[in-house]
């Protein structure tokens, strides 16, 4: 069975460690992406370029000029932490 086509853009836009990182961060300890920028390797370029990423696969959105979680995101979040739980315990 292949994946539908919204569901490989959000897999694709979370596929690497860099992006999970910036998408974790910025949604759910507000940190502006300023901020995350200068307390992490990546490039301010890098950086945006990731959030573009995850607003084109619906995971993110803008509001009032800072990015912030859609609805998907947040069950994407609920998923990822039921998925460690095996993993800490």
Not at 14 to 36: G, H, P, Q
């Amino acid at each position: 069975m292949v994946p539908s086509e919204p569901v490989l853009k959000i897999l694709i836009a979370i596929a690497d460690e860099k992006s999970f990182d910036t998408f974790r961060s910025i949604a759910y300890a507000s940190i502006e992406s300023d901020a995350f920028v200068q307390q992490t390797d990546i490039t301010r370029k890098e950086c945006y370029s990731r959030i573009s990423g995850l607003r084109d696969a619906g995971i993110m959105r803008r509001k009032n000029k800072k990015s912030c979680p859609t609805s998907l995101d947040k069950v994407i979040y609920g998923l990822q932490m039921i998925a460690q739980r095996p993993l800490v315990n």
